[in-house]
């Protein structure tokens, strides 16, 4: 009972071809090859476009207007307003992140019994595609065209079911309504990221599993959740990262006090009534660099993990 | 200038949105500065420099551009000021960049990019941002200087009031009654319907209505606490919208009721008819916007047109058109070149009527930093 378990899964890890493509880059590595001078043209693009600004907008953090090194702009990250916008950002990224993930996960699993060619699996994925980057400004209109005061939504509802969803105060511009706009691209991120996991799942394991008298409960409980959840962990925090720099969407919809830092960053960078705090925008900057850098650096560990079941 | 639209939250920075814009629309003026007659443009502190104005006209026909910054064109009818100085200017092509970034954009685009031909040539600014940034105005006194009253200028020029009016609440009138005093805000009746034009630590005309709170309920500029109080209690009393206010949420009637400078209320009457405005009784909060030329403006000559075009009769009645109280409004009422229709449209004005000072503008900033966010969380 204890070895024929082994002896299927070693069987189905050795014979395919995938866990022998990983190998080969490395490989050619050894040998010395122009290999590199490809990614050349991505590379300065980076460098350009997203190493340089970064730097220089972090570095705008450490010196006062007028050039001076100085700690106060960073020092001023432990202001309570500024403590309040990180906890504020963290406490939306990390429960739209949950959201987003359990029910695109959901999504992901209903998937799976479906045709991959099929219709609808293209269809669902086309749409997750679309929908993942469909943030911003257009989707905060098109909330408030929906559930706004006036949303076509909100009035149905109020006239012909008699229900206000705005009884209790108009939430929807405030932080608790930013919850919806970002599950609503969350969603579809996470079907993009986790879908590729979860197919990873192979049929021969479930059927293995059946086969030496395991029963639904275990092949999760055994195999399925163990092999997922690496991948399941790396989505959430990528869905994380997503909805902690997001800004356009909340923008639009939650236009007093700044509540979190990626407004809070705006309003020092383009205030017109409170001037000369430019800099601080650069301390905030780096902040927010810190808690996505942890939150990627935890991604690309617990992601190499979850690379070895994708193959 | 507080154009806190919805396009700008696309998140561009000023400096990218205006050099990506700039770069589309502007081809070099090679012999900016040195127009035809020998004359330094960027240095004329009046139009007797050129010669006389037809020299002005042709030295700015000349330089062939005008880069113009942060003017919405539905803001204060500036869409028919621009499609006019093109109509009269066809030789000069107007370069529109930016149109909604803030006064604070404005000069940032101007310093990065400084020495381009890109560069703003002219700015339209928030008294706030004009008095400490004079370092990159260069003086000049269009022709009818007499008239502005010294209020509203700076002595030599570096910036001069343009267009102004009374902070203002706009409401629409199909659905509620006419405020008459702040108090009536907080009452149910306007529950979840009263918005600000953008957040007062950010945008002016949010900060003017602050301001308007605070003196209205009984308090000086000096202090702009009571007036934060009263939103805290809008908040509280759950009568205040927090969207961002654009033509469009006006439109639609998202934000009902708006506190906002009288002639962009006013302005939101072409998408509804039943849009009203009303300037409280008592203490009035005016506020100016200020025009200057980019001491490193890439057309000079233009920059110098430009205002001369401003401060004309027929565009100072632009403005009023626009539902703004151009700055010469006293000076024209006078001369009898004021169109009376228009001034006569116009909200009537309050009695006494305050504008903050620099010192109390900067108390007020630091004051609404540290309690605008909790006073209405």
Redesign the interface.
């Known amino acids: 009972m204890t070895s024929s378990p082994t002896v299927g899964v070693d069987a189905e890890a050795s014979t395919p071809t995938p866990s022998s493509t990983p190998a080969r880059p490395a490989r050619a590595r050894r040998s010395f090859s122009w290999a590199w001078l490809g990614l050349t043209p991505f590379a300065a693009y980076v460098l350009l476009f997203l190493a340089l600004p970064t730097v220089l907008a972090v570095g705008s953090g450490f010196f006062t207007k007028s050039g001076e090194f100085t700690w106060s702009n960073v020092a001023a990250l432990g202001d309570p307003?500024v403590l309040?916008g990180f906890a504020n950002s963290a406490g939306l990224s990390l429960v739209t992140a949950l959201v987003g993930a359990i029910a695109g996960a959901l999504v992901c699993y209903a998937l799976l019994g479906t045709n991959p060619e099929g219709a609808l699996r293209s269809s669902v994925d086309a749409a997750a595609g679309v929908l993942a980057q469909f943030g911003?400004?257009m989707l905060?209109?098109a909330f408030?065209?929906t559930i706004?005061?006036?949303g076509v939504v909100t009035l149905l509802l109020r006239d012909t079911f008699g229900i206000d969803i705005?009884a209790g105060?108009?939430w929807?511009?405030?932080l608790p309504g930013l919850v919806l706009p970002y599950i609503y691209f969350q969603i579809p991120l996470m079907v993009i990221t986790f879908m590729p996991a979860l197919s990873a799942l192979k049929p021969q394991w479930a059927e293995a599993n059946l086969t030496l008298g395991g029963t639904r409960a275990s092949f999760w409980a055994r195999i399925g959740v163990p092999v997922l959840a690496p991948a399941f962990i790396a989505s959430l925090l990528l869905l994380f990262a997503n909805a902690f720099s997001s800004?356009?969407t909340a923008?639009?919809?939650?236009?007093?006090?700044?509540?979190i830092v990626p407004l809070q960053i705006?309003?020092a960078?383009?205030?017109?009534?409170?001037?000369?705090r430019e800099n601080l925008a650069g301390a905030l900057a780096l902040g927010m660099i810190v808690v996505v850098g942890l939150v990627m650096a935890l991604y690309s560990l617990v992601q190499r993990r979850a690379a070895r079941w994708q193959a | 200038?507080?154009r806190?639209l919805?396009?700008?939250?696309?998140?561009a920075?000023?400096a990218v949105t205006v050099a990506a814009l700039a770069l589309a629309a502007c081809s070099g003026s090679a012999d900016a500065g040195q127009s035809a007659g020998g004359v330094d443009a960027a240095t004329a502190t009046n139009v007797a420099a050129f010669g006389t104005f037809e020299d002005l006209e042709a030295a700015a026909k000349a330089e062939g551009q005008l880069n113009v910054i942060a003017l919405p064109r539905d803001w204060a009818n500036y869409g028919e000021i621009l499609d006019l100085f093109a109509e009269r200017y066809p030789d000069i092509t107007i370069n529109e960049q930016s149109p909604d970034?803030?006064?604070?954009?404005e000069i940032q685009a101007a310093k990065t990019n400084e020495g381009l031909d890109t560069a703003p040539d002219v700015f339209d600014l928030?008294l706030?941002?004009a008095l400490?940034n004079t370092d990159v105005f260069a003086p000049y006194q269009v022709q009818t200087w007499a008239d502005i009253p010294d209020a509203l200028k700076e002595p030599t020029g570096l910036f001069v009031g343009d267009y102004g009016g009374y902070m203002s609440v706009g409401y629409d009138s199909s659905k509620f009654a006419a405020p008459t005093s702040l108090d009536d805000l907080l009452t149910p009746a306007y529950k979840?319907a009263v918005a600000?034009n953008?957040?007062?630590?950010?945008?002016?005309a949010?900060?003017a209505a602050v301001g308007l709170a605070t003196v209205q309920s009984g308090g000086t500029l000096d202090d702009y606490q009571p007036g934060i109080d009263f939103f805290g209690s809008l908040q509280k009393a759950?009568n205040?919208?927090?969207?961002?206010?654009t033509t469009?949420?006006v439109a639609?009637?998202?934000t009902p009721v708006v506190f906002d400078w009288d002639y962009l209320n006013t302005a939101h009457q072409k998408d509804n008819p039943a849009f009203k405005v009303v300037v409280f009784d008592g203490t009035g909060y005016a506020g100016y916007y200020n025009q200057a030329i980019n001491k490193s403006a890439p057309h000079p000559a233009a920059a110098r047109l430009w205002q001369e075009f401003l401060y004309s009769d027929e565009v100072q009645n632009l403005w009023l058109k626009g539902g703004a109280r151009p700055v010469r409004m006293e000076a024209m009422t006078d001369a009898g070149t004021i169109d009376a229709t228009l001034a006569a449209a116009l909200p009537e004005a309050p009695a006494e009527t305050v504008v903050p000072t620099e010192k109390q503008?900067a108390a007020?900033?630091?004051l609404?930093?540290?309690k605008?966010?909790?006073a209405?969380?």
């Open positions: 307003l309040a911003g400004v905060a209109f408030i065209a706004g005061i006036q705005f105060g108009v929807l511009y405030e800004y356009a923008a639009a919809l939650a236009s007093q006090g700044s509540q705006r309003a960078l383009t205030s017109e009534t409170v001037l000369g | 200038m507080s806190i919805l396009r700008r939250a696309l998140g920075t000023a970034v803030s006064s604070a954009e928030g706030t941002v400490k979840g600000i953008g957040d007062p630590t950010q945008a002016g949010a900060f759950g205040l919208l927090k969207v961002d206010v469009a949420t639609s009637g998202e503008s007020a900033g630091t609404l930093g540290e605008w966010a909790t209405v969380q």
